[in-house]
C-alpha cells in the first residue's frame, strides 16, 4: 500500500510466512512472516519492521564512505558532534532515541 500525501510518502508491505527448500545446502527453511514500513519525508527516510528500525538523512552532496557503530564503540570525538538523546527506564530499557537537525 502506498499513500501520498504533501509531500510524506508511505509505504507498507506486508509479507506472509513461508517454507522454502534451499537447493545449495539441501534443507528445508522456514521464512517468517514480517510487516514493513516505509516513511519518507523530505530528506528522512524511517524504515521500520518487527525486528529493527532505522532513520536515515540523505545527503544533498555526493558522499563519502559511511561508517557505523556501536554507540558504546564510537570515540568521544564523534559522539560530541552527534545530536543524540537515550532514553531510558528504570530497568535499563530502552525507551526513545531522539535525534536533533
Known sequence: MRIHKDGAK????????YTSKWDKIGKEINVAADRMVILKEDRLIFEASKYIASLRIKSVKKQKPIYGGFVWELPKRILKRMPIILSYD????LVEIELLK
Do not use: D, P
Not at 508511505?10 to 510466512?17: D, E, P, R, Y
Not at 528504570?90 to 530499557?93: A, D, F, L, V, W
Open 90 to 93: 528504570r530497568y535499563g530499557k
Open 10 to 17: 508511505l509505504h507498507v508491505s506486508v509479507f506472509n510466512g
